[in-house]
């Protein structure tokens, strides 16, 4: 037997970590616009890689999404924009100059990684097709992640986040939690369908990577945003496709046989109670009702029990508070969660205590909380991440320091705005 | 078009069609960009499990350790299934998301099996587990243990909200990580209650475990040095919703519910269709959907104008009321029913090539087979048959990722419970066959 150290209690404090952050000194370029590819980009850029976002004159479509931080729309201030272009330099090229093709693919040559989420077509024509971009660039990983892949027979399809979440199956996904009662296919909030295009961009990526380090190969990594999604609901489609579809869902009743949505209250909660020990647990913590128990004082099976078992359990659950019922429920094993909104997330004392937000200071909009990586490394120390670069603000220093010298006559024909 | 790999039950294992058989990888040759690396795998239900099958996916050997006195439950029932009602190694929910995957049967209260972990960590370069924070320290094969024989494992420990903090020791399944990060209220049709998400939640969760994990060995590459990384599986959603924190600390509110709607773009929606597609595409097969679902975005004057000229709908196109992008915006409920009504007689996977041809957005909403009969799908190589020891054959969708030099691949269905104790023991520790008897009679293989 091993002795336990002493730091077996407490190994996951970052301060503790003092390790270089994960992806220093690695380089990326990226070409990306709206949410999966800059969400992919900005994964890396958090982790420490130095990434340098060539944006057109206008800017990423991203800069002109609503909500705006101010009243008035304004490029830098676009929440989408914000929000997923965090720790990254900008530099604007104009990509139908020649010039500005000529630079790109310069910065290129000088990167470990291309993010892009260009089409096919659209690669082609600003002279980097994959494949002949990685005949070239034989240790570059080129990152895509486009709506149904570079391969294909629909990469040039007009899509959008709500046809693509269709086109997955992820919203027929969400409409099955829904119970029978739901009639039509439903997205989930938030852009969640378009970060799974992202982070599986970003994870293949860093794969590719520990290929690179060892024997120095690129390679082309090629993301369908809607197959990426399409993953998150592989189990239920598997079941759908293979076993002539699952069962219909048991009603979504608080007090169903494995869990479902109860109102307090103030608001939602969700229980879950697949395992026996945690429906042991949900009546504990109700205090024990008689109707759980039979005449020798055993639990009843909870499949035999009926809805007034239900009713009794959303009874409980109604006359208290969220809190009141998450902890009820917690301190005897039984899983469940309050519905929060996203200001609760933020002020919730355990994601204080873990540092999931940092505050990062803008020179336009207010300072505000961003979400971390969703682990702590015990070693690698925390970048230090920045929030979202004005437009074109990193033009001038990139060039210097990615380029060779170069003159103010060659820039201004490659549309470079300082 | 399917590759076929497929898993025998005679002594050799694994017998894969097309990439043959290797001598001591059951599984066959891994390729992906993983491969060579070793991960011990302590996960159960789904969003470890994932997790965890995604670097096997990507190469990695990964061995999965389970035992009959603590099974992994999503061998026997799920949330959205209930009871499973067949064996074990039939429950199609653990064959999902245990692919590629070897089984070691320990029972890990014995000091049996705990050697044989601590054997096996000398070997890995990686763990991952799911379970309750400070669960394995507690049995001697936490972190602390386990660097004692390798200073260099990557161990990935994904919990329900992390591994400090006041609710560390507080336990999820996907609906609770989807409450706490803030997606729950925020799914959902505008007046109606937040939805309960289910097991898509599970494999974002995994996803960022796995890419914690990707980014441990990439570390470690670089460095030499392994390390401890605490995961914490609501965290991990609320990662993918970043814009709705800075929703509230830049315009002082939470987000709304928006269901299949848009802030600014009308149409925007999905409409009800007279079938998934015309009756001459069902061949005798068939096992899609007959109900079908249409989504269309409209984001601009002319996608709107182009939606109008090839529906029928012409009327609409000058009508005052529809006429800019916030008036459609303003009327769009009464817009719907009249989309409807064009719908409601068409089928929705020909509709919705006919409005893409002339570019607007435009899409089937398909489910289960219909995702596999789709033409882009099948173009992209389509799914893979495997056929899972106890069952039958199923056809499971590939990897999400296409790498040219490494392909993540599906090289084996997801393991009988303990089906491959012998192998591990013998063929990758080295252990001697009278070792393995008096390990299987002392309870530790249980």
Redesign the interface.
């Known amino acids: 037997?091993?002795t336990?150290?002493p730091?077996?209690?407490?190994?996951?404090?970052t301060e503790q970590a003092s390790?270089?952050p994960?992806l220093d000194g690695v380089r990326v370029i990226e070409l990306a616009e709206d949410i999966a590819g800059p969400f992919a980009a900005k994964?890396l850029a958090d982790?420490g890689a130095e990434t340098i976002k060539i944006e057109p004159t206008g800017g990423d479509r991203a800069r002109r999404t609503?909500?705006f931080?101010e009243p008035a729309p304004h490029r830098e201030?676009s929440?989408?924009w914000?929000?997923?272009n965090t720790s990254k330099r900008s530099v604007v090229l104009d990509l139908e100059s020649a010039a500005g093709r000529r630079l790109l693919l310069e910065l290129i040559s000088n990167a470990d990684v291309f993010v892009t989420d260009r089409t096919p077509e659209q690669l082609g024509e600003l002279g980097l097709s994959p494949h002949e971009l990685?005949d070239r660039l034989p240790q570059l990983i080129i990152a895509a992640v486009t709506p149904?892949?570079?391969?294909?027979?629909?990469s040039e399809?007009?899509?959008?986040p709500?046809?693509?979440?269709?086109?997955?199956?992820?919203?027929?996904?969400?409409r099955?939690?829904?119970g029978a009662s739901a009639a039509?296919?439903?997205?989930?909030?938030?852009?969640?369908h378009e970060?799974?295009g992202g982070?599986?961009?970003?994870?293949?990526t860093?794969?590719?990577?520990?290929?690179r380090?060892?024997d120095g190969?690129?390679?082309?990594?090629?993301?369908?945003s809607v197959?990426?999604m399409?993953?998150?609901?592989?189990?239920?489609?598997?079941?759908?496709?293979?076993?002539?579809?699952?069962?219909p869902?048991?009603p979504?009743k608080g007090g169903s046989?494995?869990?479902?949505?109860l109102?307090c209250a103030d608001g939602?909660?969700?229980a879950?109670t697949?395992?026996n020990h945690?429906w042991a647990g949900l009546i504990k913590a109700m205090g024990d009702p008689e109707w759980a128990y039979d005449a020798d004082g055993r639990l009843i099976d909870r499949?035999q029990l009926g809805d007034e078992a239900a009713e009794a359990i959303e009874q409980w659950a109604g006359a208290r508070t969220r809190d009141e019922v998450f902890r009820a429920l917690?301190v005897n094993?039984a899983?469940?969660?309050?519905?929060?909104?996203?200001?609760?997330?933020?002020n919730?004392?355990?994601?204080q205590?873990?540092e999931?937000?940092d505050v990062l200071e803008h020179p336009i909009?207010?300072?505000?909380?961003?979400?971390?990586?969703?682990?702590?490394?015990?070693?690698?120390r925390r970048s230090n991440r920045k929030a979202a670069p004005l437009l074109g603000s990193a033009s001038t220093d990139a060039m210097r320091d990615h380029l060779h010298p170069w003159t103010p006559v060659q820039a201004r024909r490659a549309g470079v705005i300082g | 078009m399917t590759a076929t790999t497929e898993r025998t039950n005679g002594s050799d294992g694994y017998l894969p069609h097309h990439v043959g058989h290797h001598s001591l990888l059951r599984a066959g040759p891994r390729r992906g960009p993983l491969a060579g690396t070793r991960i011990i795998d302590f996960t159960w239900a789904w969003a470890g499990p994932y997790g965890a099958m995604q670097v096997a996916l990507l190469g990695a050997e990964t061995i999965k350790v389970e035992s009959a006195t603590r099974i992994d439950h999503s061998r026997q029932r799920s949330l959205a299934m209930g009871s499973f009602k067949g064996g074990v190694n039939q429950a199609p929910m653990f064959n999902e998301v245990n692919l590629n995957k070897y089984s070691i049967q320990l029972n890990l209260k014995t000091e049996g099996a705990k050697q044989i972990i601590r054997d096996l960590a000398r070997t890995a370069d990686g763990a991952i587990d799911n379970f309750r924070p400070g669960t394995l320290d507690k049995l001697g094969l936490g972190y602390d243990d386990l660097r004692q024989v390798n200073p260099e494992i990557v161990m990935v420990s994904a919990s329900a909200l992390g591994a400090t903090g006041p609710e560390r020791n507080y336990t999820g399944y996907a609906p609770t990580f989807a409450a706490l990060s803030g997606l729950s209220y925020l799914s959902g049709e505008p007046d109606e209650p937040p939805v309960m998400m289910g097991g898509s939640i599970d494999l974002r969760a995994g996803t960022a475990a796995a890419m914690a994990m990707v980014a441990g060995l990439h570390y470690r590459e670089r460095t030499g040095r392994g390390q401890f990384i605490d995961a914490s599986s609501s965290e991990a959603i609320g990662m993918h919703i970043p814009e709705e924190f800075l929703h509230v600390d830049l315009l002082g509110r939470d987000g709304d519910r928006l269901g299949n709607g848009h802030r600014a773009y009308a149409p925007h929606d999905v409409f009800r269709c007279a079938s998934m597609r015309s009756p001459e595409a069902y061949g005798e097969d068939h096992k899609g959907a007959k109900s079908g679902w249409l989504a269309i975005a409209c984001r601009s004057d002319a996608e709107w104008q182009a939606l109008c000229e090839c529906s029928g709908l012409d009327h609409l196109r000058d009508d005052p009321r529809f006429r800019t992008g916030l008036k459609r915006w303003k009327h769009r409920e009464e817009l719907k029913p009249m989309i409807e009504a064009w719908t409601s007689e068409q089928a929705a996977v020909e509709t919705a090539e006919t409005l893409r041809a002339a570019s607007v957005p435009a899409a089937a909403s398909v489910w289960g087979s219909d995702i596999h009969h789709s033409e882009n799908f099948q173009a992209r190589g389509g799914a893979v048959a495997v056929r899972p020891p106890e069952t039958h054959l199923r056809e499971v969708l590939p990897p999400p990722w296409k790498l040219s030099e490494t392909p993540a691949e599906v090289v084996s269905p997801a393991p009988r419970l303990g089906e491959d104790t012998e192998f591990v023991l013998s063929r990758m520790l080295g252990y001697e066959q009278e070792r393995i008897d008096q390990l299987a009679q002392d309870g530790a293989l249980e």
């Open positions: 037997m091993t336990p150290s730091q077996a209690t407490q190994p996951s404090r390790g270089p994960l994964l982790a609503a909500p931080a201030t929440i989408t914000l929000a997923y990685h149904f892949g570079l391969v294909g027979s629909a399809w007009p899509s959008t709500l046809t693509r979440a269709h086109a997955s199956g992820s919203a027929a996904g969400v099955r939690n829904l039509a296919p439903l997205m989930a909030g938030a852009n969640v970060a799974d982070t599986a961009l970003a994870l293949a860093w794969a590719a990577l520990i290929v380090d060892r190969h690129g390679q082309i990594v090629d993301v369908s197959e990426a399409m993953n998150m609901d592989r189990v239920d489609i598997s079941i759908a496709h293979n076993d002539g579809g699952p069962p869902m048991p979504r046989a494995f869990g479902g949505r109102e939602h909660l969700i879950v697949p395992q945690q499949l917690q094993s899983p469940a969660g309050p519905v929060l909104r996203p200001s609760e997330v933020m919730s004392e355990q994601m205590v873990r999931f937000f909009a207010d300072p505000a909380r961003y979400p971390q990586f969703a682990a702590r490394w015990n070693r690698a």
